[in-house]
């Protein structure tokens, strides 16, 4: 798992990661009842992969509240 992240990761762009998260995030805050558990998987992998391979904090910044809101509340920051 962790070859894979390391080479999908280096494959995009740090912004592309921000709008897969912010995108991930949408999609799990608004996902009916019956999709609600697969959408909020897909939020966690990929935040928790932008979160893991990002060293710096900058990018903070570039988040929506909410997204950040959420990422430190399942403390992934």
């Keep these: 798992k962790s070859i894979l992240e390391i080479t999908l990761f280096s494959k995009l762009t740090i912004f592309s990661w921000l709008m897969f998260t912010e995108i991930a995030f949408h999609l799990y805050k608004t996902a009916k009842e019956e999709e609600r558990k697969y959408s909020?998987?897909?939020f966690l992998e990929i935040a928790g992969l932008t979160?893991?391979?990002?060293?710096e904090v900058y990018w903070l910044d570039s988040l929506s509240e909410q997204v950040l809101s959420e990422l430190k509340e399942r403390k992934l920051l």
């Design 40 to 42: 909020e998987l897909v």
């Design 51 to 55: 979160c893991r391979q990002m060293k």
